[in-house]
């Protein structure tokens, strides 16, 4: 599973509006929304259902990322959308520190083994120092695509 395919074109917000955890996971709910990875008419379900698993415990990992996520029955093909921050976002981190790229996951519900594979290539990404930083640098979609894409060689070379 590549990286790069996980991440929904028009998915990528370089720049999150929100400071706040649960605005920040709306934001990225609606670029799934806009493109077309995620109905409209489930937004309100999806929304709840990502909140509610942060409720149960945060997925603010550390070392500034979290990765909100959720299986949901509407979800038909996985989709991730990354939301970028400048300032930093309160996300009840396990390290206490502010999160600066958030990776959102949506995942169809009878596909558990999908899901399990696609963290896995997320935080396997996540784990790594150039990557993180390289991703808190990027300005634009076409520069996280590229790193995505970096990423992705790296990963079959590796």
């Excluded at 670029?31 to 999806?46: C, D, K, P």
């Excluded at 949901?72 to 976002?89: D, E, F, N, Q, W």
């Excluded at 596909?111 to 390289?134: Q, Y």
């Amino acid at each position: 599973m590549k990286l790069s395919e996980l991440i929904t074109s028009g998915a990528v917000v370089t720049q999150l509006k929100s400071q706040d955890r649960d605005q920040v996971i709306h934001e990225l709910i609606d670029a799934l929304i806009a493109s077309n990875a995620a109905a409209g008419e489930h937004r309100a379900e999806l929304l709840k259902r990502v909140l509610d698993r942060e409720n149960r415990g945060t997925t603010g990992f550390g070392r500034g990322v979290a990765v909100p996520h959720v299986k949901h029955p509407s979800v038909k093909r996985m989709a991730a959308a990354i939301g970028l921050s400048s300032t930093g976002i309160e996300f009840n981190s396990l390290d206490k520190q502010p999160v600066y790229s958030v990776f959102l996951l949506l995942s169809p519900e009878d596909r558990p083994e999908e899901h399990l594979l696609a963290m896995e290539v997320i935080f396997k990404n996540l784990s790594k120092e150039t990557f993180r930083r390289f991703l808190r640098q990027a300005g634009s979609e076409a520069e996280v695509r590229s790193l995505l894409d970096d990423a992705d060689t790296q990963q079959l070379a590796g």
